[in-house]
T-cell receptor, first 115, second 116 residues
Framework: DTGVSQDPRHKITKRGQNVTFRCDPI?????LYWYRQTLGQGPEFLTY????????KSRLLSDRFSAERPKGSFSTLEIQRTEQGDSAMYLC?????????????FGQGTRLTVV | EDKVVQSPLSLVVHEGDTVTLNCSYE??????LLWYKQEKKAPTFLFML????IEKKSGRLSSILDKKELFSILNITATQTGDSAVYLC????????????????FGQGTILTVHP
């Protein structure tokens, strides 16, 4: 396993369209996270999963956003009816949490541009 | 709400200089502080600090945590152009039951530019 992988790397979409991103975490890790990063800012937490259970969602995650992790493996993040304000880098990360939290490993990110 | 503030926001130096990056935090139930380096792609892990006063070192990079004063510093000695990047500081906190959330709160980052 070479690390966290995300697909696609870049996505350009028209306002109002739906988009879906995929994340494949490091297989041994038991937690998966989604973050969003806009230009000049640090990543902001969106949501995380413990296996297939979504444990927490940030208030940044409006009703247009949905994340899933079927079977506790890969995860998808869908944005419906995209808006220009959704343009950002979407980062996925994974880590061990049990017995203790270790560093989170990040994927290369999906850069979304809404035109 | 957890808060992480980094300073300076940007820094321009010449190769060979030594730099110190600062990170202060306000976190409920602090567990650890992490430093990452980001070069236009995925943040890559540098250090995790959980105890005060114990320096972590990797080559020309070192970091230390002060849990009383709620800050950390990242030092880079003999800087090289390859050190040019955004350096991110993040904190992790404990949830109910004393286990880590693993949910990181990041600072804005320090943009380091090293000129030849």
């Amino acid at each position: 396993d070479t690390g966290v992988s995300q697909d696609p790397r870049h996505k350009i979409t028209k306002r109002g369209q739906n988009v879906t991103f995929r994340c494949d975490p490091i297989s041994e890790h038991n937690r998966l996270y989604w973050y969003r990063q806009t230009l000049g800012q640090g990543p902001e937490f969106l949501t995380y999963f413990q296996n297939e259970a979504q444990l927490e969602k940030s208030r940044l995650l409006s009703d247009r956003f949905s994340a899933e992790r079927p079977k506790g493996s890969f995860s998808t993040l869908e944005i419906q009816r995209t808006e220009q304000g959704d343009s950002a880098m979407y980062l996925c990360a994974s880590s061990f949490v049990y017995p203790v939290f270790t560093e989170a490993f990040f994927g290369q990110g999906t850069r979304l541009t809404v035109v | 709400e957890d808060k992480v503030v980094q300073s300076p926001l940007s820094l321009v130096v010449h190769e060979g200089d030594t730099v110190t990056l600062n990170c202060s935090y306000e976190v409920t139930n602090f567990r650890s502080l992490l430093w990452y380096k980001q070069e236009k792609k995925a943040p890559t892990f540098l250090f995790m600090l959980t105890s005060s006063g114990i320096e972590k070192k990797s080559g020309r990079l070192s970091s230390i945590l002060d849990k009383k004063e709620l800050f950390s510093i990242l030092n880079i000695t003999a800087t090289q152009t390859g050190d040019s990047a955004v350096y991110l500081c993040a904190v992790d906190s404990l949830g109910p039951g004393g286990t880590s959330y693993g949910k990181l709160t990041f600072g804005q980052g320090t943009i380091l530019t090293v000129h030849p």
